[in-house]
């Protein structure tokens, strides 16, 4: 029953994550720095710490408390996950939600699984969760299988994208996706795809304080709640400073109180897609709290977002007016992606 619960929650989850942009496309007469930054204060400082608020008591001792090696390297976890972060929303840009997600999850999925191990054996003395113990086991074999297959499935995808592009004329590619753009896109979902993998470092790296939160009574159903405050003003910092700049640049201060656009559905539809973002990651702590596996329920989540952002894809028609060739590659390695995101997780769970 708790591994079902589990499951329920990271698809609860992934629902969320793999459709949180769709509200951003109600955005109106506003840049892509204005409206994600709007969404990012809610998902990353507004949202987090009303839930950390409601469900740890008295959480920001627990965060004062901490040693500041502990809050030192989560937050950097966090300020690198941002740039991933950032990149993301430029993949989505770029690519849409079916091939951007894919590709970007496909890495992410990939590097939370090798950089831990590989991290291990350099520097450090254990010999538990090492590369060298992964080749030396059938759980290892099968992850590194995994990551191969995950590989593998990434390249399909863009094989799906260059048969788009040429089989489509830049104004039917723009219908669904106003700033198509294979090269861009791949380049900013591969950075993206990397740097996510740090946010499941940046829980790692806050455990001690979960830990201290479900010693002073806290539901271990909700203890890492507390740790995505931390995290999250990491991706805050990043994300803040580049729409900053962007502002700065594209002069699109004036987006904030521009009369001539729709202010108040702007900043509910900005609002609404930061807190549905955040619950991804809300419901994420839930599932992991129940599966009691950090990698395997990492590797689940993802592969609830790409089977959720694919089927969004879909239905956004970002396909409309390709081959069935083309077509049968994107599902192909979204498919591919996501066996090897079951591969990876089975492994795991040996």
Known sequence: MQAILGVFFHFIGG????????????????????????????????VPFLAAWITVP??????SATDSTTIFWTYFMG??????GLTFGLAMRYLGMSLGMSVTLGYTSACGSMIPPIYRDIFTNDTEG????MIQSTGGLLVLAGVAVCLIGIAICGVAGVLKERELSEDQKKQSIQEFNLRKGLIVATVSGILSACFNFGIEAGKPMAAIAVEQGSNP??????????????????????????????????????????LAGNYFFAALA???????????????SKLGNGASSWILHMAFIILISSLWGITLREWKG????????????VVTIMLSVLLVGYGNSF
Do not use: H
Not at 130 to 133: I, L, R
């Open 274 to 288: 930061g807190t549905t973002w955040f619950f991804q990651f809300f419901f994420y702590g839930m599932g992991e």
């Open 322 to 333: 390709v081959s069935r060739k083309t077509f049968g590659t994107i599902l192909m390695g």
């Open 130 to 133: 090492t590369f060298t113990s």
């Open 221 to 262: 159903l909700f203890q890492n709640n507390v740790i995505f405050v931390v995290l999250l003003w990491g991706g805050l910092t990043t994300n803040l400073l580049w729409c900053l700049v962007l502002n700065v640049r594209n002069k699109t201060f004036g987006d904030y109180v521009n009369k001539d656009t729709p």
């Open 79 to 84: 300020l690198l996950w941002g740039i991933g």
């Open 58 to 63: 008295d959480f920001l001792s627990i965060i």
């Open 15 to 46: 629902f969320a994550s793999g459709s949180f942009y769709i509200p951003f496309k109600k955005v109106k007469k506003w840049a892509w720095e204005s409206y994600w930054i709007v969404g990012g204060f809610f998902s990353w400082l507004i």
